[in-house]
């Protein structure tokens, strides 16, 4: 039970918003554990005492069917630990072939979207389209979304101005987006991204957008986009080149999807550029036509009254149809300094132009943010990162910065909290031993299960075709405490075997005969946990996607270290048992040298 309530506990120091994310599992997982102890320690033993009374027959029919798998585990065991090197070089290599394998042909993605239950279908329309246009537009969408079949489609919610996610939303009249939820994966055939991809191929060219993206949301905290890339500098014809290269570079590699950016043209404005030689000549001064201007537009309280209680202000502006037309604003009479009237158009300029970009910051300077999907299938965003990071770098634009966030930020930083998880997770349980076996040796021994635990998990997954994730990570950092458990009910008993030898013909029968005693009791550990863990993994009996490659992990790993724990470890505490025999008779030997040194000198 300690063993693992160490392997979860620092689970609850991870930093961030996965740190918050993930502190449920742990803190439940102790609770669980803690409740069980007092469980075995007051009820088990009254259970037992009564359940021995009533079933001896069923026992003994169960106890033939154990006798006969142990006779034959303790057979094979007999030759293991005959070439028991051999036996140990072989895992090892195992080993390595299996961590070659996942470093070469497995992915690392933060949360996979294999069992994704939600995706999003975001519009842009031109600048200055309205409301209610927009809405019209998006009327094909919805149609098309409304033909899913009903054991994939659950439901979904257009929200038209605004775009983002569930997380964060930006506003904009011409912006749309559909948040599609599915039916969850166990209840359907096809997966989140094959169903994106059929609403994609029949809706990317609907009329009266300038641009449609698509996105699946693999689930877990707010983490931003798969990719996210941040151009900053306070030139803003260099910050507009620079995002342009790297929006371009980044929208041509192979697996990136649904690139956007967030220095997108507001709806069109009217620019006045004013003649100031003719001004001065035709007696008008500045603030007389800023006056006129502003009260055409946004109004002049000319007067007001009193009614009763109530004040009545009038206010003096242009109609709302005079103020979107050119040649009203061009015809705008302004009085000069001899009381002339004179028409804006002959001291300005006036054209429409696409109105300018929100300017965003990050730490106070002004930026411009690259993001994108990915499928996963062809590229991670690590792997993004790593190739734009080369390409865009200070070095290449010294007056210009590059941060990269989003995903591949999470995931550096989760993969590094992960590993320090599981270090932390090791030394505990390692100090813990060490007061068990009052042993420096034996720990370690118990230890070397762990990294063979990981075989189970990177096969598991292999197998099922997924890619490695968050929680399943978390899975096998957790899997180190329940690897350990039979490991370490094993060794305890082969050390009270131990004291028992007389020869040393008697090690390996006694080794084989411990084993032996403790085949049942780790059989039906493993198996039990396994059976408990699996219809999670496979949504049996209900769906959670995103604790399943959790389940998944621990699961397999566990079914996988099980037969390494009962062939492995035998031969690994016979070969500790042998060093330690090579040790004390090389340090005789090194005293008696020493010994008979000093007598020469003396002499």
Do not use: W
Not at 255 to 263: L, N, P
Not at 303 to 314: A, C, K, N, Y
Not at 441 to 450: G, M, N
Not at 502 to 524: H, N, W
């Amino acid at each position: 039970i300690l063993t693992t309530i160490i392997a979860f506990s620092p689970m609850f120091f991870m930093s961030g918003i996965m740190g918050k994310f993930i502190f449920q599992i742990p803190l439940v997982i102790t609770c669980a554990l803690l409740i069980s102890l007092i469980e075995v320690v007051v009820a088990l033993p009254s259970h037992l005492a009564a359940q021995k009374k009533t079933a001896k027959k069923e026992f003994k029919l169960r106890h033939k069917l154990i006798l006969k798998l142990r006779q034959s585990y303790e057979r094979i065991l007999l030759k293991f630990l005959k070439n028991k090197y051999r036996v140990v070089l072989g895992f090892v290599l195992f080993f390595f072939g299996t961590i070659f394998y996942a470093g070469a042909f497995m992915n690392f993605v933060l949360f996979p979207e294999s069992s994704a239950v939600r995706f999003y279908v975001r519009t842009e329309a031109p600048a200055g389209t309205s409301l209610q246009e927009t809405a019209k537009r998006l009327l094909p969408i919805e149609k098309e979304i409304m033909k899913l079949p009903n054991n994939e489609l659950l439901a979904f919610t257009t929200r038209v101005g605004m775009t983002g996610d569930s997380y964060f939303l930006a506003e904009q009249e011409n912006l749309g987006i559909i948040m599609v939820d599915l039916i969850p994966f166990s209840g359907r055939d096809r997966s989140a991204r094959e169903i994106m991809e059929e609403i994609k191929l029949k809706t990317e060219n609907t009329k009266g957008f300038n641009r449609i993206t698509y996105q699946v949301d693999a689930g877990g905290p707010p983490v931003g986009k798969a990719i996210n890339i941040r151009v900053i500098t306070d030139n803003n014809d260099l910050r507009t080149n620079v995002a342009n290269q790297v929006y371009k570079f980044v929208s041509s590699l192979d697996g990136v999807v649904s690139t956007d950016r967030d220095d997108k043209k507001q709806k069109k404005q009217m620019e006045i550029k004013l003649n100031k030689k003719a001004i001065s000549q035709l007696g008008l001064n500045i603030a007389t036509i800023q006056q006129v201007i502003r009260t055409g537009y946004s109004g002049f309280y000319a007067s007001s009254i009193r009614l009763g209680d109530e004040d009545i202000f009038f206010n003096i502006e242009m109609s709302e149809q005079n103020k979107s037309s050119l040649s009203v604003l061009r015809n705008l009479a302004i009085p000069n300094q001899q009381g002339r009237l004179i028409r804006l158009k002959s001291i300005a300029k006036i054209r429409m132009v696409p109105g300018s970009p929100n300017f965003n910051h990050y730490n106070g300077k002004r930026s411009v943010s690259i993001t994108g999907d990915i499928n996963s299938k062809i590229i991670t965003s690590t792997q993004v990162t790593k190739i734009v990071s080369k390409k865009f770098n200070s070095s290449t634009f010294p007056n210009v910065q590059f941060e990269f966030g989003g995903e591949s930020e999470e995931t550096n930083k989760s993969v590094q909290d992960l590993i320090r998880s599981f270090v932390l997770a090791v030394i505990g349980i390692f100090f813990l031993l060490i007061l068990l076996f009052n042993s420096l040796s034996q720990p370690f021994i118990v230890l070397l299960t762990i990294p063979f635990g990981l075989i189970g998990v990177i096969i598991a997954f292999a197998i099922h075709g997924q890619d490695l994730g968050f929680i399943s990570m978390v899975g096998a950092v957790g899997l180190t405490g329940v690897v350990v458990n039979d490991s370490l009910v094993l060794v305890n008993h082969l050390n009270q075997k131990k004291t028992s030898i007389k020869t040393k013909k008697e090690l390996i029968p006694e080794i084989i005969q411990g084993s032996g005693d403790r085949f049942r009791p780790i059989m039906i550990t493993s198996c039990s946990t396994v059976a408990g863990l699996l219809p999670l993994a496979y949504g049996l009996g209900g769906a959670d996607p995103f604790i399943a490659p959790m389940a998944l992990a621990i699961g397999y790993g566990l079914l996988f270290s099980t037969p390494l724990t009962l062939f492995l470890l035998p031969a690994l505490f016979l070969i500790q048992i042998e060093l330690v025999e090579v040790y004390v008779k090389l340090r005789k030997k090194i005293k008696r040298f020493r010994i008979f040194k000093k007598l020469k000198l003396k002499f």
